[in-house]
């Protein structure tokens, strides 16, 4: 255990460097829940080396990891090519971690380690957004494996028959439960057992939230809030999302078997909706979001705002028992104001995308995109 320690405290030394000390503080208590391999090292140099999260991006033509024309799962609104996106340069970056190289994905390694499995996203269209990359990855390295898709709402499942591997995804963009009590749709703070009934019996989890609890007007998704057995109209919401993160992490807390189930939080997923934040001139030009961005950011930082939720996130996880590993991809993602779909989904009408100041999509990433590299990253956690 004490050379395990010492693998795991250089990294974070690194991390602190670039100054996202309350992220990185949850990451550091987490990190070790890959369960590496001991004695052998990680990736091509020597697991002590090696922050996943902190890095650059590079170009790399090898990419991407498989076609959009080869996955036809890809939901409208994140098949950007398809949907007449001009540029291709986007796809071509693989994200460099400090002194050290990710291992390349391997989808049949993957199916071989993971057979007769259950691997379930749980959470919003983020999550839903990784599923489908993770799928498209897993297929690619295996184009005529017997496969049967099942989508419904809030699960929906890819089975790979061969092998026995499921991959769901359930739909819970606040994770805890909403009731519908007089025609009024009540988020419930404190309850989670309805949704949290049908991830018990999962391997692996991997759960999100974040952008739905900063949802108002048309896009708000509940009436009421439930907390303490009194109802509101509103609450501060990073209030209310520690509220919910918290009977999140004691519903995990309290249900999952650690010996059995991996516990796996996909870290908030940023948006680039304003310019001004990694250009200075941007209030000078006509692009009023991520609309016409065609390349990452240079560097190791993003010069805008971290986002708020990442906060309660790392504070909560940080105080849970079960061994729940952070994903880290916030500050990857910052870089990328190039991976949205912006104009290019199938959701948005020729009106819509004619006027991409108020349509872009600057939330969501394109597939083939920026999701590839936080499975990436999964794969590397899992099995290295």
């Known amino acids: 255990m004490a050379l395990l320690s010492c693998r795991l405290l250089l990294p974070f030394v690194l991390l602190a460097l670039f100054q996202f000390q309350t992220g990185f503080s949850s990451l550091k208590k987490h990190h070790g829940h890959g369960h590496p391999q001991r004695g052998k090292p990680m990736f091509q140099t ?3 080396t090696c922050a996943l999260f902190a890095g650059t991006w590079v170009r790399d033509d090898t990419y991407p990891l498989y076609k959009y024309s080869n996955c036809p799962l890809i939901d409208a609104e994140f098949n950007c090519q398809m949907y007449g996106r001009p540029d291709s340069d ?56 017997q496969t049967r898709m099942s ?50 019996t999962a391997d692996v989890l991997v759960f999100n939230t974040g952008h739905w609890w900063s949802h108002k007007g048309s896009l708000q998704g509940w009436d009421l809030m439930e907390t303490g057995g009194k109802y509101y109209k509103d609450i501060d919401r990073l209030v209310a999302l520690q509220k919910g993160l918290r009977t999140w992490a004691n519903w995990v807390d309290t249900n999952v078997d650690r010996t059995k189930t991996r516990v796996f939080f996909q870290s908030i997923s940023p948006t680039h ?49 079960v061994p729940t590993y952070l994903l880290d991809i916030t500050m990857l993602s910052e870089l990328r104001k190039d991976g949205h779909p912006s104009i290019y989904s199938g959701d948005l009408s020729p009106a819509q995308r004619a006027n991409p100041g108020r349509s872009a999509d600057c939330s969501h990433w394109c597939l083939p995109g920026l999701p590839d590299t936080w499975n990436e990253l999964f794969y590397t956690i899992l099995f290295y």
Not at 274 to 280: G, I, K
């Open 90 to 145: 986007y796809l071509k970056y693989r994200w460099q971690p400090l002194n050290c190289v990710l291992p390349r994905f391997n989808g049949l390694v993957f199916l071989s380690k993971m057979r007769g499995k259950h691997v379930m996203f749980v959470g919003d269209s983020l999550g839903r957004n990784q599923w489908e990359s993770l799928i498209c990855m897993i297929s690619a390295s295996a184009p005529k494996m």
């Open 46 to 48: 020597n697991q002590s």
């Open 273 to 321: 909706y304003d310019p001004s934040e990694w250009s200075a001139g941007a209030t000078a030009m006509a692009t009023k979001n991520c609309y016409g961005e065609t390349a990452p950011m240079t560097g190791k930082t993003y010069p805008g705002t971290y986002p708020d939720q990442k906060r309660v996130v790392d504070e909560v996880i940080r105080g849970m028992h």
């Open 151 to 200: 989508r419904a709402d809030p699960l929906s499942t890819f089975n790979f028959i061969d092998y026995g591997l499921s991959i769901s995804f359930y739909r819970a963009p606040y994770l805890v439960d909403i009731a519908v009590v007089g025609g009024r749709r009540i988020l419930k703070l404190e309850d989670i057992y309805a949704n949290g009934n049908a991830w018990r």
